[in-house]
């Protein structure tokens, strides 16, 4: 059965911390997403990977970066975490090909900072 | 630029009762196009997708959603909602020949009352 694991469920940082949210899939994926989910704005695209030390830029990527080493795993960087970054972050992942175009997700980590 | 309108926040429907949920999509060509559910505390879950071909395209759960063309739409119904149905439900669309982008739609909370 497909997985995709976030590291953490819940997290709580203060201002101006370094935060690493960890995903990690069992699918042998070739691309993955980091997306941030607000009420009312739906999922925002964060930044992808569509190989390993690839990524691209999606619609949010003002104090984020992103980190892909390994193909299984990819990190997402919160530089100097602020409030307005409190939030529930989605990863993903899929397979290359349109006749698999299915991203699957993890089950997301709610960060606060204070 | 595509983008995805989802025109109703919250619906309440009565257990046993039909359920349409409505989702508008602007896009110069066909897009592919995504129905997702998340339940409370969960990752998105793929209900169901459209590529190409027939227009009426059955997903699980007993969901189904329509294509339509001349009205931009793509609307995610099912005959009897039962109460495991209350969830938060996405549209979405990606641009077929583009990148791996998928734009998602706002998000429709659904309510099941008995």
């Known amino acids: 059965d497909v997985k995709v694991t976030q590291s953490s469920r819940y997290l709580v940082k203060r201002t101006g911390e370094k935060v690493f949210l960890e995903c990690v899939q069992d699918m042998d994926h070739e691309n993955m997403f980091w997306y941030r989910q607000d009420p009312g704005l739906g999922l925002r695209l964060i930044y992808f990977s569509y190989d390993v030390k690839m990524k691209e830029k999606g619609d949010i990527p003002e104090g984020y970066s992103v980190s892909r080493e390994k193909k299984e795993r990819f990190s997402l960087i919160l530089e100097s975490a602020s409030t307005n970054q409190t939030s529930m972050y989605l990863c993903?992942?899929?397979?290359?090909?349109?006749?698999?175009?299915?991203?699957?997700f993890g089950p997301g980590t709610r960060l606060t900072v204070l | 630029a595509q983008s995805v309108t989802q025109p109703d926040i919250h619906i309440t429907v009565s257990e046993g009762a039909s359920l349409e949920l409505r989702c508008n999509y602007s896009y110069g060509a066909t897009p592919y196009l995504f129905w997702y559910v998340q339940s409370p505390g969960q990752g998105l879950q793929l209900l169901l997708k459209?590529?190409?071909?027939?227009?009426l395209v059955q997903g699980i759960k007993g969901f189904e959603a329509e294509f339509k063309r001349s009205q931009s739409s793509f609307n995610l119904r099912k005959p009897s909602v039962h109460w495991s149905d209350a969830a938060e439900y996405f549209c979405?669309?990606?641009?077929?020949?583009?990148?791996?982008?998928?734009?998602f739609g706002t998000g429709t909370k659904l309510q099941v009352i008995p």
């Open positions: 993903a992942s899929r397979t290359s090909g349109a006749a698999f175009d299915t991203q699957y």
């Open positions: 979405a669309v990606r641009n077929p020949g583009g990148y791996q982008k998928v734009t």
């Open positions: 459209y590529f190409s071909g027939d227009t």
